[in-house]
């Protein structure tokens, strides 16, 4: 039981992490990743390039967890490896960006990961 909320959680950030993917890399500069990222259109388009590149490690982030979920030998350290990944850069986030990060990515993460570990 513990095994299938584990699995859960960690889809559940991978599919968060391609949210991030596609805000970051594709709907920046659009009304609802102003909206969400809080900022002008000027600061958009000043930073999407650099968003591009965070959205791709997002996406990096979300192909690692889903390659955890595939059966394996190894697939409870993939999984724990990507979750700690998340851990550390929503930690930075929230320190560096926004507290709100520590809540929307690193917490699920630490969720999944203990979890996880539990299974």
Same mark, same amino acid.
């Given at each position: 039981?513990?095994?299938?909320?584990?699995?859960?959680?960690?889809?559940?950030?991978?599919l968060a992490h391609l949210g991030f993917l596609a805000l970051e890399m594709f709907?920046?500069?659009?009304? /609802?990743?102003?909206? !969400?990222f809080r900022q002008t259109a000027e600061q958009a388009a000043?930073?999407?390039v650099l968003a591009a590149n965070q959205g791709l490690y997002n996406g990096f982030l979300a192909a690692g967890l889903l390659w955890g979920m595939?059966?394996?030998?190894?697939?409870?350290d993939?999984?724990?490896?990507? /979750?700690c990944?998340? !851990?550390?850069?929503?930690?930075?986030g929230a320190a560096t960006v926004s507290r709100r990060i520590l809540w929307v990515q690193a917490a699920p993460a630490g969720l999944g990961l203990l979890?996880?570990?539990l299974s």
């Open positions: 039981m513990i095994e299938l909320l584990a699995d859960f959680v960690v889809v559940l950030v991978a709907l920046w500069e659009k009304p /609802l990743g102003l909206k !969400i000043a930073t999407r595939i059966p394996a030998a190894h697939a409870g993939v999984k724990i490896f990507f /979750l990944c998340v !851990i550390v850069a929503g930690v930075y979890l996880v570990l």
